[in-house]
């Protein structure tokens, strides 16, 4: 989750490589530590790494968070799952707005820490023979190339009995690839078929693996897929298709983008909120 602030013009001046040591009415609130080390060159050096920890205090509530400065132009928080609050402001932010903002943004930040709280553990694939990996929304075993059961729920790959979890991820992400490119273009297909009165320009498919997308489209017609979305229920990779393919009659997320989405796919809202709920556990 990200939430995001437009950041104050200041004074100019030289911007320091370190975090400023500037005290302000918030400063009971924030408690900085771990400043740039200065056994440390590198972040020095370079303010575009320059960061520091630090703690939000609410009420008997702890919040450690981490703070970056870069060439940005906005203050903003991330908070995530794996990595926890991290707040990324310009290099000439005052630390007096940035803990201002911070300040102001910590009920969202506590909510969004309890809903993480309250998920099931992360369950990713587990990485040797006769471990599971999700397709489809479902768990299907690994097996050796050729050696399978017959089991159509089965993903065979060609490793040795002892090959590392590297290896083993390296296959899998091949897999996916590989299945992803059929299955999303037989959905593609179904669904420019569904929405054959729009008169929509051609499209084509293409899959890679991506971190922050599930899809992407291209006025020349090229629509990407995530090829981790092959994980997930069929309905939910249903939703990126169909929303993608409403990219090439909306270029934007305009009322009518999503006017469309839902004369197109009644239920799409249902299915990208599964999608989203099952993204944070595998």
Not at 58 to 68: C, E, N, Q
Not at 80 to 109: D, M
Not at 143 to 156: F, H, K, R, T
Request: with cysteine; proline share 5%.
């Amino acid at each position: 989750m990200t939430i995001t602030k437009k950041a104050p013009a200041t004074k100019s001046g030289s911007t320091s490589k370190k975090h400023p040591n500037t005290k302000s009415a918030a400063s009971n609130q924030v408690s900085k530590s771990n400043q740039v080390s200065k056994s440390n060159p590198s972040l020095q050096n370079n303010p575009q790494k320059a960061s520091f920890s630090g703690v939000i205090l609410r009420a008997k509530t702890s919040i450690p968070y981490l703070l970056v400065r870069s060439r940005r132009k906005t203050l903003a928080i991330h908070v995530k799952r794996e990595s926890g609050v991290e707040v990324r402001a310009p290099l000439r932010a005052s630390q007096a707005e940035i803990e201002r903002f911070v300040i102001s943004r910590a009920p969202w930040i506590e909510k969004h820490l309890l809903r993480f709280n309250a998920m099931p553990e992360f369950s990713g694939p587990d990485l040797h023979f006769g471990g599971h990996a999700w397709v489809l929304g479902e768990e299907w075993k690994l097996a050796p190339l050729g050696n399978g059961s017959g089991d159509d729920q089965q993903i065979e790959l060609k490793l040795a009995w002892n090959a590392s979890e590297a290896d083993f991820q390296k296959a899998l992400d091949q897999w996916y690839t590989r299945e992803a490119s059929a299955w999303f273009e037989q959905r593609h297909q179904y669904w420019r078929r569904r929405m054959a009165a729009l008169d929509l320009p051609d499209s084509f498919v293409t899959v890679r693996k991506m971190r922050r997308r599930w899809g992407s489209a291209r006025r020349s017609g090229k629509l990407v897929f995530n090829t981790a979305l092959l994980k997930y229920p069929p309905e939910c990779i249903d939703c990126v298709v169909v929303h993608e393919l409403c990219h090439l009659v909306h270029f934007n997320h305009s009322p009518a983008f999503y006017r469309l989405m839902s004369e197109v796919m009644p239920e799409w809202k249902e299915a990208d909120a599964r999608l989203c709920e099952l993204a944070l556990r595998y």
